[in-house]
Structure formats: structure tokens, C-alpha cells
């Protein structure tokens, strides 16, 4: 096995940077469900304890997302895979966005859920493969720096327009847009 970069050969690589560029790109859509989905649900008039327990719904998807879509990656490959479930997660937006009820919200928490986890078992295993396990702890690390802006400012910034215009809709259309970019990016 080769002895991969340092953290500072890592950091003049292109590929890292891709790759920062994708986390960024993804990380606000990827806090805001655990934020905003119940109180969308309960907005549309789904029980406290409905709309509550779609958090866990993401949950148990990202539970079960980290083993199957691990399994799909050792048979396809880790970027094909991340490419592929970082579109999904974006287009489980789209559910999201017309949802009417329990039900459709459910689902998206699963769908949504699978997708996210996913993306956070494969980025480790990513950085594995291309920069090698000289410096992995070092490089997976600076890697997350990309998901803290969009942590700490993508639930916040989804409340603020959803204060302003009283829907999510706009909300929802930005992390579809931006998980299709961070699609390409994570390409």
C-alpha cells in the first residue's frame, strides 16, 4: 500500500479542492431537514408526534444508507456512488417540495435519510482512496471544515425565508439547486 500525501501535498491537490467544493455545496441542504421538517409537517397539519418522529424516519434512512449504499460503492465505485446519492438526495427535495401530507413526508425522511448517509459513510473512504493513509485523520478533518458554514448557517437561513415569505418553497429549490451542484462538483 502506498504511504498517500500529507495533509499539505493533500491540500495542493485539485481533487481536494472538488471535493471541498461538493461538502460546501451540500452541507446547507444536508442540516436542514433535521431543522425544518417538522414544523413544515406540522404546517401542513400532520400531529406534533407525526411530524416530530420524521426526524427519526431520517435517521433510521441515514442508518440503513451508511450499510447499503457502502455495499453499492465497493461494487461500483465510491465517486459513481457519491455522485449518484448526492443527486438523490437533491431530488428527494423535490418530494419534499410537493408534499400534501404524513405520508409524503415519511418518505422523503427515508429517501432523504438513505442519500444522506451515504454521502457521510463514502467521504472517509473516499479520502482513503485518493490521498492514501498517510495523513487521512488530518485530511477527513479538514475536509468537514466545508460542511460548518453550511451547518451552522443553512438552518438558520432556511428559518429567515420562511419567516419572510411564509413557505419553504424557496428554501427547498435552493437545496435542490445546490445539491445539484455540489453533484457535479463531487463528480
Known amino acids: ?3 498517500g500525501l500529507s495533509l499539505a501535498e493533500t491540500l495542493r491537490s485539485r481533487r481536494f479542492w472538488w471535493l471541498y467544493l ?3 455545496l451540500a452541507s446547507p441542504s444536508m442540516f436542514i431537514p433535521f431543522a425544518h421538517v417538522s414544523a413544515s409537517a406540522r404546517d401542513l397539519g400532520v400531529a406534533d408526534a407525526q411530524a416530530v418522529g420524521l426526524v427519526g424516519l431520517v435517521g433510521i434512512g441515514s442508518l440503513v444508507g451508511r ?4 455495499a453499492l ?14 443527486a438523490s438526495a437533491g431530488l428527494a427535495y423535490l ?3 410537493g408534499a400534501s401530507g404524513h405520508l409524503a413526508l415519511a418518505i ?4 432523504f435519510g438513505l442519500s444522506y448517509g451515504g454521502i457521510v459513510s463514502l467521504l472517509p473512504a473516499i479520502c482513503m482512496d485518493l490521498f492514501g493513509p498517510r495523513a487521512v485523520s488530518s485530511i477527513i478533518g479538514t475536509l468537514y471544515t466545508g460542511a460548518a ?4 448557517l443553512g438552518p438558520v437561513v432556511a428559518g429567515a425565508v420562511f419567516d419572510r415569505w411564509g413557505s419553504y418553497a424557496v428554501v ?3 437545496c435542490v439547486l445546490l445539491s445539484a451542484l455540489a453533484t457535479v462538483a463531487s463528480a
Open 95 to 97: 418530494l419534499w417540495l
Open 22 to 24: 461538493a461538502v460546501v
Open 73 to 86: 460503492a465497493d461494487r461500483i465505485g465510491r465517486i459513481l456512488t457519491l455522485t449518484l446519492v448526492q
Open 172 to 174: 427547498l429549490w435552493a
Open 108 to 111: 422523503f425522511a427515508m429517501w
Open 1 to 3: 500500500m502506498r504511504p
Open 67 to 70: 450499510f447499503a449504499i457502502g
Open 149 to 152: 458554514l453550511g451547518n451552522l
